[in-house]
């Protein structure tokens, strides 16, 4: 008979903005956008549409928010430009303690972790600075070490064999539709993130239904 694994899942990935870091607030994001002098919205959406060759670490921030005027029809100073990115790292600077104590639960439970985002040169310097607990996760994937984006499929395949880890024996959460959809594209259990308590109940979830299994198996 065919031995059945003890776990639904061998990894869990789990982005890094809005899932191991809070959101900004309304607040922050109006503050930002008033900074910057476009309204939100849709600064939110311009500011997310223009940053992909940041995230790739193709661009500086002077470049990224160059593009960003240009896109929004505006002009930044040089000092302003300066003010605006040390905002922007700090609005992505706050830790959401829920995720990173489900984190440590899941490693705990013998599955490998792992953090797969989307991240440009600056923000990463200073979240390797000032977070210790990234050594916690086994698998660290930084776009712009790679020059690869989600939700291109080869970033994720990427993460999966540094994991050494089938596509299907990989739980992902990510704030974003389209990197789950890429996710789910490839084959792997992804779920659009929308707090820490909905990522855990998905993941005892899953450990209820193996533990249902092996009820079953020592029935017989």
Excluded at 21 to 41: H, I, K, R, T
Excluded at 170 to 178: E, H, I, K, Y
Aim: proline share 5%; net charge negative.
């Amino acid at each position: 008979m065919k031995e059945m694994r003890s776990n639904l899942w061998d990894a869990v990935i789990f982005d890094y903005g809005r899932v191991l870091s809070l959101p900004p607030s309304d607040a922050d994001l109006q503050e930002f956008a008033a900074l910057v002098g476009v309204s939100e919205p849709p600064f939110f959406e311009i500011y997310s549409q223009t940053r992909h060759d940041y995230d790739r670490g193709q661009a500086d921030f002077r470049l990224h928010w160059q593009a960003f005027s240009e896109a929004a029809g505006i002009e930044l100073h040089p000092e302003q430009v300066q003010r605006i990115a040390e905002m922007e790292t700090r609005m992505w600077l706050c830790v959401d303690e829920e995720t990173l104590s489900l984190a440590r639960d899941i490693k705990a439970s013998g599955l490998r972790t792992a953090i797969l985002s989307n991240m440009p040169h600056d923000l990463l310097a200073y979240v390797r600075r000032n977070f210790e607990w990234l050594d916690e996760f086994e698998v660290k994937i930084w776009s712009c070490e790679l020059g690869i984006v989600k939700p291109h499929p080869a970033i994720y395949r990427i993460c999966l064999e540094a994991l050494g880890c089938e596509p299907a024996r990989a739980l992902f959460f990510d704030d974003r539709p389209n990197n789950v959809e890429a996710a789910r594209a490839i084959g792997m259990d992804a779920h659009l993130f929308e707090s820490a308590q909905q990522a855990r109940a998905i993941v005892e979830r899953g450990l209820k239904r193996i533990l249902r299994v092996a009820d079953l198996r020592t029935s017989y």
